[in-house]
């Protein structure tokens, strides 16, 4: 009798082609012979080289984590579909997400409440919640790394004001534990807004730094200019501030990605000259060194909202993809597609969820969530202690102690951290 084994290998990789990445990891329980397939579907050559013809990877929509595939191979003839498909990852559906960070394969996720963190790997299925040492805030700055020696990953968190940064602390989830990591007030700072980019291990953030200059009659003017800040989860610093190849104005959205997990791009956006749009794409990268070239200049033909703007790029096609919110349609998020020397497109992605209030006269002021999309998604087999998200239990220690007294020791020990 022919079993699903003996199917032929050719079958089963088309069938493996089919099945969205978050349910593939489940098919290496069906056979050694699926097990072996799917993992080459994931990280064999050809897979490398459909990885190149279309964008895989993460968003976030009404505070849900969906899938992303966003395939471009019909962008230039408009008779061909580029609509992306878009599919609400059912295993997060009990939480609420604010934001989502990638790297190595693994997706961070800061819940929309500010009470803990999760981090899932989407190919094995795996995850795990981590409590705050004292609380989390919602102008938490967060990114997620490696510490190169021993592939370690590790959680940075950044905490203060908005202009301010207090202090930083790190996650390590070999202790499975948080220190702080003392150091220097910066001359940098970080919105709130702006989402770390892991390349390499690393992290990347656009930042500010506030200069002095003395203009006439000898005043003195504060001028804000964009940087671009490297931490190493290696050394656990930050490196020196690198520049961005580009003079930008505070009101101008500056908005990082990255290709794969090879180069850094940025998307810059002059506010007061016409929507210009530029993106720039690194040759080299270290945390103390950049260089760059530029990837495209042109007019967007829509403003790049300052607090969204998440966007790709493919270099085979020069094409640009920013989602953000279509202004001619104020509630729907879209996807633009911008080529060389024109527009190209827009593919509409759902309603945005307006999350607007009243304000103290009554009115209502509309203020809609942002589509923000992670950085292309490359699946590993990263393990982590499995939970099942909204279904933690407390481990009970078998002593007869009073049951605060129980709670505060056992936080003591894991680095004031509960386990679950």
């Known amino acids: 009798m022919t079993t699903i084994s003996d199917l032929p290998c050719d079958l089963v990789g088309e069938i493996l082609s089919r099945v969205p990445l978050t349910s593939l990891g489940a098919t290496r329980s069906t056979c050694k012979k699926w097990e072996a397939l799917s993992k080459n579907q994931i990280f064999g050559k050809k897979s490398r080289a459909a990885a190149r013809k279309q964008f895989l990877g993460f968003m976030m929509k009404d505070a849900r984590v969906c899938s992303l595939k966003f395939d471009l191979q019909g962008i230039r003839n408009h008779g061909d579909l580029v609509d992306p498909s878009i599919n609400q990852v059912s295993l997060l559906n009990q939480v609420e997400v604010h934001r989502v960070f990638h790297c190595?394969?693994?997706?961070?996720?800061?819940?929309?409440?500010?009470?803990?963190?999760?981090?899932?790997?989407?190919?094995?299925?795996?995850?795990?919640?981590?409590?705050?040492?004292?609380?989390?805030?919602?102008?938490?700055?967060?990114?997620?790394?490696?510490?190169?020696?021993?592939?370690?990953?590790?959680?940075?968190?950044?905490?203060?004001?908005?202009?301010?940064?207090?202090?930083?602390?790190?996650?390590?989830?070999?202790?499975?534990?948080?220190?702080?990591?003392?150091?220097?007030?910066?001359?940098?700072?970080?919105?709130?807004?702006?989402?770390?980019?892991?390349?390499?291990?690393?992290?990347?953030?656009?930042?500010?730094?506030?200069?002095?200059?003395?203009?006439?009659?000898?005043?003195?003017?504060?001028?804000?200019?964009?940087?671009?800040?490297?931490?190493?989860?290696?050394?656990?610093?930050?490196?020196?501030?690198?520049?961005?190849?580009?003079?930008?104005?505070?009101?101008?959205?500056?908005?990082?990605?990255?290709?794969?997990?090879?180069?850094?791009?940025?998307?810059?956006?002059?506010?007061?000259?016409?929507?210009?749009?530029?993106?720039?794409?690194?040759?080299?990268?270290?945390?103390?060194?950049?260089?760059?070239?530029?990837?495209?200049?042109e007019l967007a033909g829509y403003p790049v909202d300052t607090e969204g703007g998440s966007f790709f790029i493919d270099e085979e096609k020069n094409v640009a993809v920013v989602f953000d919110l279509d202004h001619f349609h104020g509630a729907m998020a879209s996807a633009h597609m911008v080529g060389p020397r024109r527009y190209l497109r827009s593919v509409k992605i759902g309603k945005a969820l307006n999350i607007g209030k009243l304000d103290e006269l009554g009115y209502f002021h509309a203020k809609y969530r942002l589509p923000l999309v992670c950085s292309s998604y490359v699946p590993s087999l990263v393990q982590l202690q499995i939970n099942q998200p909204g279904c933690q239990k407390r481990k009970r220690e078998r002593v007869y102690k009073p049951k605060s007294k129980m709670k505060e020791e056992q936080r003591e020990k894991n680095g004031g951290i509960e386990v679950y």
């Open 104 to 297: 190595d394969g693994l997706l961070l996720c800061v819940l929309k409440d500010s009470s803990r963190l999760l981090v899932w790997n989407p190919y094995l299925g795996q995850t795990r919640w981590i409590e705050p040492r004292q609380n989390f805030d919602v102008l938490d700055r967060y990114a997620i790394g490696y510490d190169k020696k021993n592939r370690n990953h590790k959680i940075l968190r950044i905490f203060g004001e908005q202009r301010t940064v207090l202090g930083y602390e790190i996650y390590d989830f070999s202790s499975n534990s948080w220190r702080v990591v003392c150091v220097e007030p910066p001359e940098w700072f970080i919105w709130s807004h702006q989402r770390s980019v892991s390349l390499k291990g690393n992290a990347f953030f656009a930042a500010k730094r506030e200069t002095t200059t003395v203009v006439g009659g000898g005043g003195k003017k504060i001028i804000e200019q964009d940087i671009l800040l490297c931490f190493d989860f290696t050394t656990e610093r930050f490196g020196p501030s690198l520049y961005l190849p580009f003079c930008s104005d505070a009101k101008d959205n500056v908005t990082l990605s990255c290709l794969r997990d090879e180069q850094l791009a940025v998307l810059h956006q002059h506010m007061n000259a016409c929507q210009i749009m530029e993106i720039w794409v690194t040759t080299k990268i270290d945390p103390d060194t950049v260089s760059w070239n530029k990837f495209m200049r």
